[in-house]
């Protein structure tokens, strides 16, 4: 089972930008970002297929959000642009050995989140 370690969590101002790094022990054939604030259900944020590098975003972050993956490092990125307040929670960065890259589906493995936060 992969092992994944998220990192570049932080505060910003509300317009503001952040980059999410997900280190993964081997590659998966799908990996995504999903978020939680807290008392909320779990939101899928971003869903990319490794190999041909095809993604699909949540409603709410499409155009402002972007997945990304460096094959050499196994390393999963998010680019968060023009930050909203409602961006606030914890980031999981999520792997999963199968096809589709589905927000529904299951997810094997986790990461233990990075806090990110939003102000006004």
């Known amino acids: 089972q992969a092992r994944l370690m998220e990192s570049g969590g932080g505060s910003v101002p509300a317009g503001g930008s952040l980059r999410l790094s997900c280190v993964a022990s081997y590659r998966r054939d799908c990996m995504g970002w999903f978020r939680q604030a807290p008392g909320k259900e779990r939101e899928g944020v971003a869903t990319?297929?490794?190999?041909?590098?095809?993604?699909q975003y949540g409603d709410s972050v499409k155009g402002r959000f972007t997945i990304s993956h460096d094959k050499a490092t196994n390393t999963l990125y998010l680019q968060m642009s023009s930050l909203k307040p409602e961006d606030t929670a914890i980031y999981y960065c999520?792997?999963?050995?199968?096809?589709?890259?589905?927000?529904?589906?299951?997810?094997?493995?986790w990461g233990r989140g990075t806090q990110v936060t939003v102000s006004s």
């Open positions: 990319i297929f490794v190999g041909a590098g095809i993604s």
């Open positions: 999520a792997a999963d050995r199968r096809l589709p890259c589905e927000f529904a589906g299951t997810w094997a493995t």
